[in-house]
């Protein structure tokens, strides 16, 4: 089995900054991409950052120069670094990570977090 722990979240003023982290345990083979996504109320969920294998970052728009994502491959842990933070940062943050188990080398599993939440408010 797979678990992924997330940590990080709270509250912060506007302007402010918090680091999130996603940690992943288990029977793990590879991880082949991790990404972070967030859901606001009343919103569909969004891809805020990704970090595929190869190691080539990619941002949405609304959080480019903001927030960074890195990963600790021996520690199968993933960051979310954001500052800058807005109100309209205000979400549910999730991990999402592409990897593949012991258990069954030829298929590709997804896995999402518990979610974190982070409110940015004054």
């Known amino acids: 089995q797979v678990q992924l722990v997330e940590s990080g979240g709270g509250l912060v003023q506007p302007g402010g900054s918090l680091r999130l982290s996603c940690a992943a345990s288990?029977?793990?083979?590879?991880?082949?991409?991790m990404a972070w996504y967030r859901q606001a109320p009343g919103k569909e969920r969004e891809l805020v950052a990704g970090i595929p294998f190869s190691g080539d970052t990619h941002y949405a728009d609304f959080v480019k120069g903001r927030f960074t994502i890195s990963r600790d491959s021996a520690k199968k842990t993933m960051y979310l670094q954001m500052n800058s933070l807005r109100p309209e940062d205000t979400a549910v943050y999730y991990c999402?990570?592409?990897?593949?188990?012991?258990?069954?080398?030829?298929?590709?599993?997804?896995?999402w977090g518990q979610g974190t939440q982070v409110t940015v408010n004054s």
């Open positions: 288990g029977n793990i083979f590879s991880i082949n991409s």
């Open positions: 999402k990570l592409n990897l593949t188990t012991w258990d069954d080398l030829r298929y590709e599993s997804v896995y």
